[in-house]
C-alpha cells in the first residue's frame, strides 16, 4: 500500500546509503507480518501507527546519534557549558578593564571611557561565550558520534557509567546555602570596578561641573599619591578576593570553612580600609575647600567623621562575617 511505501521511505531516507536497502526489507517484513492478507488502510494506519514516528524508528537503526549532543553526552556537556563559560566570561571582562586601564593616556573624557569599557565588556563576553560554546559544542558532538561504546546510557560527569554509589559523591545542597553563578560573577565583576575605580579615582571620583555645555571632571576627591602608595597591601587584598570568588565557585555552597575565609577576608579588607582612610592626606585640600564654599560649613575629615566611616564599614563588616555562619550552620 501506498501508505507504507511512504513511511518506510520516511525511515530509510534519514540513514546511510549503505544500509538502507537490508532496513528497507527488514522493515517491511516487520510490517507485513503485523497485517492480515488482506488489510484495509485504516488497519496499515494502526500498524504504522504502532511503529512510531518514522524519524525516532530511524533513530533506533542508525549507528550515530541523529541529535546533535544525543543524551549519553547531554548532562556532562551542559556541565561543561555551565562551569567553564561563566569562567571565560570573567576573565575577558578582567581582561578588558584591564587593557583599558594600561591604554588610558588621560585625554579622552572619562565617561566616554568608562562607556566604552562597558560596551567592550558586554561585547567581549558575549563573543567569548559563543566561541566557547560552540568549541564544546563541537568537542562533545565529535566524542559522541566516535565513541564506539554499544552502551548509550547517559554519562556522568566523571566520564563513567552512572552508578547509585555515584550519589555519594554529591552533596544535598538546600536552598539557603547554595552559592549561585550570579552572586560569584557578580563578586568578579566588583572586584574588577574596584580595580580600575581605586587606580583612577583621580580621574573618576570627585567633581563635575557642567562647562560650555559638557560636563567635566574639576576636582578630585582624593590624592591619587596616597593611593598609590598601599599598592601592595591593595594588591594582597584584591588577591584574597579573587581566591575567595574561586574558592565559592568550587565549594557551590556555604560551609564553615567558607565563613571562617570570609572572615579573614574581611578582617584583611577592613584593616586595609582602616590604614588607608586614616592618611590624613588621603582627602585633596582642594575638595575640601570646594565643600567648604559650597555649604559654608568647615569640613575635617579627622575626628567624628573620620569616627562614623569606619564604625559603619565595621558594622557592615560584622553583619557580613555573622550572616556567612548563619548560612553555613543551616542544618540539612
Known amino acids: 500500500m501506498?501508505?507504507?511505501?511512504?513511511?518506510?521511505?520516511?525511515?530509510t531516507r534519514r540513514l546511510p546509503e549503505k544500509n538502507r536497502e537490508d532496513i528497507e526489507l527488514e522493515l517491511r517484513s516487520t510490517i507485513e507480518d503485523m497485517l492480515p492478507e488482506n488489510y484495509s488502510e485504516k488497519e496499515a494506519k494502526e500498524a504504522l501507527a504502532s511503529l512510531g514516528n518514522?524519524?525516532?524508528?530511524?533513530?533506533?537503526?542508525?549507528?550515530?546519534?541523529?541529535?546533535?549532543?544525543?543524551?549519553?553526552?547531554?548532562?556532562?556537556?551542559?556541565?561543561?557549558?555551565?562551569?567553564?563559560?561563566p569562567m571565560v566570561a570573567i576573565i575577558t571582562l578582567i581582561v578588558v578593564i584591564t587593557e583599558n586601564i594600561i591604554t588610558y593616556n588621560g585625554e579622552e573624557a572619562i565617561l566616554g571611557t568608562m562607556l566604552s569599557v562597558v560596551g567592550h565588556g558586554f561585547w567581549g563576553i558575549i563573543s567569548s561565550s559563543i566561541h566557547t560554546f560552540f568549541w564544546i559544542t563541537l568537542v562533545i558532538a565529535i566524542l559522541e558520534r566516535t565513541d564506539a561504546s554499544k552502551d548509550k546510557s547517559p554519562l556522568t560527569p566523571n566520564w563513567k557509567e552512572w552508578t547509585p554509589d555515584d550519589l555519594k559523591n554529591i552533596p544535598y545542597i538546600r536552598k539557603e546555602k547554595k552559592i549561585s553563578k550570579a552572586d560569584i560573577f557578580g563578586s568578579f565583576f566588583w572586584i574588577a570596578i574596584f580595580v580600575v575605580v581605586y587606580f583612577n579615582a583621580f580621574r573618576l571620583i570627585g567633581v563635575y561641573e557642567k562647562v560650555e555645555g559638557k560636563l567635566q571632571f574639576v576636582i578630585p576627591t582624593f590624592n591619587q599619591e596616597v593611593l598609590h602608595s598601599y599598592w601592595l597591601i591593595?594588591?594582597?587584598?584584591?588577591?584574597?578576593?579573587?581566591?575567595?570568588?574561586?574558592?565559592?565557585l568550587i565549594a557551590a555552597q556555604w560551609t564553615t570553612k567558607l565563613a571562617i575565609m570570609n572572615t579573614v577576608r574581611i578582617v584583611v579588607s577592613t584593616i586595609v580600609f582602616?590604614?588607608?582612610?586614616?592618611?590624613?592626606?588621603?582627602?585633596?585640600?582642594?575638595?575640601?575647600?570646594?565643600?567648604?564654599?559650597?555649604?559654608?560649613?568647615t569640613f575635617e575629615l579627622q575626628g567624628p567623621v573620620q569616627l562614623g566611616v569606619i564604625l559603619m564599614w565595621v558594622i557592615l563588616s560584622v553583619i557580613d562575617v555573622v550572616q556567612g555562619f548563619r548560612k553555613a550552620n543551616i542544618k540539612r
Do not use: C, W
Open 2 to 11: 501506498h501508505l507504507i511505501d511512504i513511511y518506510i521511505q520516511e525511515v
Open 54 to 85: 518514522p524519524a525516532l524508528l530511524a533513530s533506533g537503526y542508525s549507528d550515530q546519534p541523529m541529535q546533535l549532543i544525543g543524551p549519553r553526552y547531554f548532562d556532562m556537556y551542559v556541565t561543561l557549558l555551565k562551569m567553564i563559560i
Open 234 to 248: 591593595v594588591l594582597f587584598m584584591l588577591l584574597l578576593e579573587v581566591a575567595f570568588a574561586f574558592y565559592k
Open 274 to 297: 582602616i590604614i588607608i582612610f586614616n592618611n590624613n592626606s588621603l582627602i585633596n585640600p582642594e575638595f575640601y575647600m570646594y565643600l567648604e564654599d559650597l555649604f559654608h560649613f
